[in-house]
């Protein structure tokens, strides 16, 4: 059962650029209830580039949370298959009471405004989820 109190927030962080933008909310929402960030880094390949943008971004995540003066908690996890459920499954485990993830910026009419993972996370999460919208996707696109 998802805690009613908002007391761990999950922050999963992929090697996309803009995944870096929701740690100001996750930081904003740790001060105001004084809760403890779970940076998660989400391995989904075994390549080494990959492992290493994971880790600069944790980095810059573990950074911006020592500025703020807010806990947290580094993780990493190898997930090979259903990210939407490998997530759900380890928020469960680590009982947080919020999830946020980036808005995915999607090609399709039909997932242009959440896109397909967010939809499918939406779809089974239990606890509630913080969407944020990627600020820079039509700067960065045109």
Same mark, same amino acid.
């Given at each position: ?26 930081? +904003?929402?740790?001060k105001l209830f004084n809760a403890k960030l779970l ?5 989904? +390949?075994?390549?080494p580039e990959s492992k290493h943008v994971i880790n ?87």
């Open positions: 059962m998802i805690g009613r109190d908002l007391t761990q927030i999950l922050v999963p962080i992929d090697e996309s650029f803009e995944t870096l933008q929701k740690i100001k909310h996750a930081v +904003s929402f740790a940076i998660l880094g989400t391995h989904t +390949s075994s390549h600069v971004q944790m980095g810059h995540a573990q950074a911006m949370c020592d500025k703020a003066n807010v806990r947290y908690e580094l993780l990493s996890v190898s997930i090979k298959s259903n990210i939407c459920a490998a997530l759900v499954e380890y928020a469960k485990t680590a009982e947080a009471n919020l999830m946020i993830i980036m808005r995915e910026e999607e090609e399709e009419f039909f997932d242009f405004w959440l896109g397909t993972s967010t939809r499918k996370l939406i779809s089974i999460s239990p606890m509630p989820l913080l969407i944020v919208p990627n600020v820079n996707h039509f700067s960065v696109n045109k």
